[in-house]
């Protein structure tokens, strides 16, 4: 079993910067891929970004590439989110998750929400115009 906790969200204008922070418990941490989802109001939950449990490989969405970058502190059992440039349209409850499959490939990362069995209860982030 693994708790997630985010925290970090806020109101923001357009052109400003967050960090997101998941912080997770349990010894096995490092053993999982964890993944950063957003769902904004009427919409689906999408993939933002993801992280290998080596932290060597990630991958992100298209709208976010450039401006967002995904970490982990595996000594902290943290995952982070520095995001810049936010615009409004990244507007959305920020949910961390964790995929607990045990992958043969330490380079493989899942993007699909579906993939993912331990949610965080997801922090606000609002960006202004």
């Known amino acids: 079993q693994v708790q997630l906790v985010e925290s970090g969200g806020g109101l923001v204008q357009a052109g400003g910067s967050l960090r997101l922070s998941c912080a997770a418990s349990?010894?096995?941490?490092?053993?999982?891929?964890v993944g950063w989802f957003r769902q904004a109001p009427g919409k689906e939950r999408d993939v933002v970004a993801v992280?290998?449990?080596?932290?060597?490989?990630?991958k992100y969405t298209d709208s976010v590439k450039g401006r967002f970058t995904i970490s982990r502190d595996n000594a902290k059992n943290t995952v982070y989110l520095q995001m810049n440039s936010l615009k409004p349209e990244d507007t959305a409850v920020y949910y961390c998750?964790?995929?607990?499959?045990?992958?043969?490939?330490?380079?493989?990362?899942?993007?699909?929400?579906?993939?993912?069995?331990?949610w965080g209860q997801g922090t606000q982030v609002t960006v202004s115009s």
């Open positions: 998750a964790v995929d607990s499959t045990a992958y043969i490939s330490n380079d493989y990362i899942a993007m699909g929400p579906s993939a993912y069995e331990y």
């Open positions: 349990g010894r096995t941490f490092s053993r999982y891929n």
């Open positions: 992280i290998s449990r080596s932290g060597g490989r990630t």
